[in-house]
């Protein structure tokens, strides 16, 4: 099952507001929906589902068992779940209509340990919970679902990322093992990453501009963990990954306005947009034009 199967499994009557579906995502997924007064079937995955109440309705519950547990939960924006991996769910019930619910799918425990490295204290397992308050999940979430509706330059990069920055929050405030579970610096202190490196992954990036990119092959060119990785390159560099890499395809779909004819959804699935209309918004978000004015203003010769 992908990710995004387990929504078209589970929410089967659930219709689907803005969903990262062709957006060419690694490791994450996402969609908003609205859910109508049901009850769903039994359900069992093989991943990770955080759920967050983007707009609710303080009237409705939402009921579930799950491992034997009974949770009942009244809907209030900013209300989360988590249903990891494994977990039978025999009886879900939503009594009321609920307006604007984001789901995030994540792979197994198993995709976290080969992120961080193995540098986790112990195996984490994380909890069957319902009805948490948590600003860093709602950050987190909230970014991601931005990049779902408005796709940018790096996306693809900045969604992983989250995805790691999420499944750590997760591990680290939501596992049976509790505090015990963390994640670790190494023990020689800070990772870190030499000038040459940091060359050759700049240099991966710009031959590859053109390429489906992850953010684990883009850390694997530094032999670092992606959970490491991000934090020496902005340390570096002073940007995120996904802000550089953004950066270098909007500075190549500039050059390809300037000096060729190529039609704007060449250019567009060249820098691995997924439609024209979203690299035009992200364009004149970086730039302050659009494409053909930048085109029109800069046509070599």
């Known amino acids: 099952m992908n990710l995004l199967q387990h929504g078209e ?35 069992r995955s093989e991943h990770l589902e955080l759920t967050l ?25 900013g209300t989360i779940w988590i249903c990891p991996p494994g977990v039978e769910e025999d009886d879900i019930a939503i009594t009321g209509p609920l307006p604007q619910i984001l789901h995030i799918y994540l792979p197994g425990a198993d995709t976290m340990e080969r992120a961080t490295d193995g540098v986790i204290s112990s195996r984490p397992v994380i909890r069957y919970l319902a009805g948490l308050r ?9 970014s991601i679902l931005r990049e779902a509706m408005r796709p940018s330059a790096g996306g693809g990069v900045f969604v992983e990322a989250m995805g790691v920055a999420l499944m750590a929050r997760l591990v680290n405030a939501y596992s049976e093992s509790g505090s015990a579970a963390r994640i670790l610096e190494p023990a020689r202190g800070r990772p870190v990453m030499r000038a040459e490196r940091l060359g050759r992954v700049i240099e991966f990036m710009r031959d590859n501009i053109e ?22 390159f902005r340390r570096m560099t002073g940007m995120a990954p996904h802000q550089y890499l953004a950066s270098l395809r909007i500075e190549h779909a500039k050059n ?24 035009s918004r992200a364009f004149r978000q970086a730039v302050g034009m659009t494409p053909l004015d930048y085109r029109t203003r800069n046509r070599a010769g």
């Open 256 to 279: 390809m306005l300037a000096t060729s004819d190529l039609p704007l959804f060449h250019i567009a699935a060249a820098i691995r947009f997924s439609s024209q209309a979203n690299f």
């Open 53 to 77: 109440a983007i707009q609710g309705n303080p009237e409705a519950i939402v009921s579930r068992r799950g491992g034997g547990a009974r949770q009942e939960t009244r809907v209030t924006p």
């Open 211 to 232: 390429n489906d990119m992850t953010l684990e092959s883009i850390a694997g060119v530094a032999c670092l963990s992606t959970f490491h990785f991000c934090r020496v």
């Open 134 to 142: 948590d600003e860093l999940i709602n950050q987190i979430s909230a």
């Open 9 to 43: 499994k589970k929410f089967q009557s659930a219709s689907v507001l803005a969903s990262s579906n062709g957006l060419g995502w690694n490791g994450v997924a996402a969609e908003l929906r609205t859910h109508a007064t049901c009850e769903l079937p039994p359900f």
